[in-house]
């Protein structure tokens, strides 16, 4: 079992950055794969970026790639999602989300079996 909880969503202006947090509960962190998805109002859920169980591997959907890199330190149960040069349309609440197939990057939602609450990202224009 694994228990994740997001933090670090905010409103920014369009061009800043911020930085989400996936703190995860359980031993077993290092064995998982984690990846970040968002949802914007009345849109849906939509895959942003992924990191295999040792960080050697991530994907990223191509509306991010060059602004968002994500990051995990097994040490400390934490995968981070650095986003630079937002803008308006990545305003939405961010999910993390892990699976145990550990070198697993993919964007199917249904692949990932424990989800977190969400932080919400706002941007602005």
């Known amino acids: 079992q694994v228990q994740l909880v997001e933090s670090g969503g905010g409103l920014v202006q369009a061009g800043a950055s911020l930085t989400l947090y996936c703190a995860a509960s359980?031993?077993?962190?290092?064995?998982?794969?984690v990846a970040w998805f968002r949802q914007a109002p009345g849109k849906e859920r939509e895959f942003v970026a992924a990191?295999?169980?040792?960080?050697?591997?991530?994907y990223y959907v191509d509306s991010v790639k060059g602004r968002f890199t994500i990051s995990r330190d097994n040490a400390k149960n934490t995968v981070y999602l650095q986003m630079n040069s937002l803008k308006p349309e990545d305003t939405a609440v961010y999910y993390c989300?892990?699976?145990?197939?550990?070198?697993?990057?993919?964007?199917?939602?249904?692949?990932?079996?424990?989800w977190g609450q969400g932080t919400q990202v706002t941007v602005s224009s």
């Open positions: 989300a892990a699976t145990y197939y550990s070198d697993y990057v993919g964007g199917k939602d249904s692949m990932y079996d424990y």
């Open positions: 359980g031993r077993t962190f290092s064995s998982v794969a």
């Open positions: 990191i295999s169980w040792s960080g050697r591997n991530t």
